[in-house]
């Protein structure tokens, strides 16, 4: 074969290679939904009020809370830490009632001792415009939260109406006073049964 082939041969190769990466979804660069499984339908039973962080640690003032457990919604799938390592773009969350928040990232250990890797600026939302309706709105805020493998959702809030109240056990893990990124380990002061109904998007 002389050159002028050959090179016409690899030109083809790797025409074709490209065309193939072209077609295939970069793995890496799909999104991944993790927490509550949202929906309109999904009810934010009994927080038409916030409940304030003192119903549960006695101490008044801002506390972390820790999506222990997240709200499967049906799908028996749904992930309550981060499946993967990268970084989380997006939240999306269910309220009662309006309130405010700050999003972090919380790293929890078999014993229940917990610190906060990653705090977001304080975010507004609005609660839902009618309680009364069949469906019920879902809100979300843009975030950039570096995330491992295993970490879980949490928010830094006095009280907050992101609730789903209609069981019990330690669906929600509670510190008081709140984590606060580059501060040790600190252990978990109590427990909430109701559900927090926060998700996010890893990339």
Not at 91 to 105: E, N, Y
Not at 140 to 168: D, W
Request: charge should be neutral; charged fraction near 15%; aromatic fraction near 6%.
């Amino acid at each position: 074969m002389n050159n002028s082939k050959i090179t016409r041969s690899l030109s083809i190769a790797v025409g074709a290679a490209l065309a193939a990466l072209a077609i295939a979804p970069a793995s890496g660069m799909a999104s991944t939904t993790f927490g509550t499984n949202l929906s309109p339908d999904l009810q934010p039973s009994n927080a038409g009020q916030p409940h304030p962080c003192e119903d549960s640690t006695g101490v008044p003032g801002a506390c972390t809370w820790v999506e222990n457990e997240a709200y499967t919604n049906g799908d028996l799938t749904t992930e309550t830490t981060a499946p993967k390592t990268g970084t989380i773009k997006k939240i999306s969350w269910i309220a009662g009632a309006p309130g405010s928040f700050k999003f972090q990232v919380v790293k929890v250990k078999a014993n229940g001792q917990a610190k906060a890797t990653f705090e977001s600026k304080t975010i507004n939302y609005n609660g839902q415009t009618d309680p009364d309706a069949d469906t019920y709105e879902i809100e979300s805020a843009k975030v950039k939260a570096p995330v491992k493998k295993g970490q879980y959702l949490a928010i830094e809030a006095s009280e907050t109406s992101m609730l789903r109240c209609s069981s019990g056990g330690d669906n929600v893990l509670l510190y008081q006073p709140a984590l606060n990124p580059g501060n040790p380990f600190a252990a978990q002061t109590s427990d909430d049964g109701c559900w927090l109904l926060l998700q996010a998007k890893i990339k």
